[in-house]
Antibody, heavy 121, light 108 residues
Framework: QVHLVESGGGVVQPGRSLRLSCAAS????????IHWLRQPPGKGLEWVSL????????FYADSVKGRFTISRDNSKNTLYLQMNNLRAEDTAVYYC??????????????WGQGTLVVVSS | SYDLTQPPSVSVALGQTARITCGGH??????VHWYQQKPGQAPVLVIY???KRPSGIPDRFSGSNSGNTATLTISGAQAGDEADYSCQVWDSDTGFYVFGSGTKVTVL
């Protein structure tokens, strides 16, 4: 059974840093690209970042480019999101989700249960 | 940027049919995916590529997509179907992933 478990969330002051982790199990982690997404309180889902199966390619939403860094350790079946210079608008539940694709299109399946990040002074 | 529009809420009587719309310019030319999210839980894929159901998703969930509107249909809605439902497309022109704002489904 595919399982993704996020951790590392918490309360952090604006301008500080935080690193999220996503532990994967139940599938061959090194074969799949993985995403980070987020959902601010009471708002819709937002894609944040994507990393290729081998970690060589990374993609970011404009809202986090230059501040967030996605990485992975395939030997540990773990995905990371290093978040620097955090802002109040980064407050959200952060999810990791596995890449799913067919043809030229792709989507998110499955998702982890999420970890809450609150940026507040 | 590409925008997706969903109604904030939809109500349906127990056992009846709920239709959740997702509007976007020429959305019929794109593939639409739908996610169900219950309070405090992770999103779950219920429809992908407009009409396909992942394994384990009941066949009362179906999807369609044409013109400027994609629709998720729940036939014979059950109390356990109460959730937020979000549509999503991948904009191949920009490489961006776009979500609708979500629709809260209430089963009366």
């Amino acid at each position: 059974q595919v399982h993704l478990v996020e951790s590392g969330g918490g309360v952090v002051q604006p301008g500080r840093s935080l690193r999220l982790s996503c532990a994967a199990s139940g599938f061959t982690f090194s074969n799949y690209a993985i995403h980070w997404l987020r959902q601010p309180p009471g708002k819709g889902l937002e894609w944040v970042s994507l990393i290729s199966y081998d970690g060589k390619s990374q993609f970011y939403a404009d809202s986090v480019k230059g501040r967030f860094t996605i990485s992975r350790d395939n030997s540990k079946n773990t995905l990371y999101l290093q978040m620097n210079n955090l802002r109040a608008e980064d407050t959200a539940v952060y999810y990791c989700a596995r890449w799913a694709a067919e043809g030229e299109d792709n989507w998110f399946d499955p998702w982890g249960q999420g970890t809450l990040v609150v940026v507040s002074s | 940027s590409y925008d997706l529009t969903q109604p904030p809420s939809v109500s349906v009587a127990l056992g009846q049919t709920a239709r959740i719309t997702c509007g976007g310019h020429d959305i019929g030319t794109k593939n639409v995916h739908w996610y169900q999210q219950k309070p405090g839980q992770a999103p779950v894929l219920v429809i992908y590529l407009d009409t396909k159901r992942p394994s384990g998703i009941p066949d009362r969930f179906s999807g369609s997509n044409s013109g400027n509107t994609a629709t998720l249909t729940i036939s014979g809605a059950q109390a356990g179907d109460e959730a937020d439902y979000s549509c999503q497309v991948w904009d191949s022109d920009t490489g961006f992933y776009v979500f609708g704002s979500g629709t809260k489904v209430t089963v009366l």
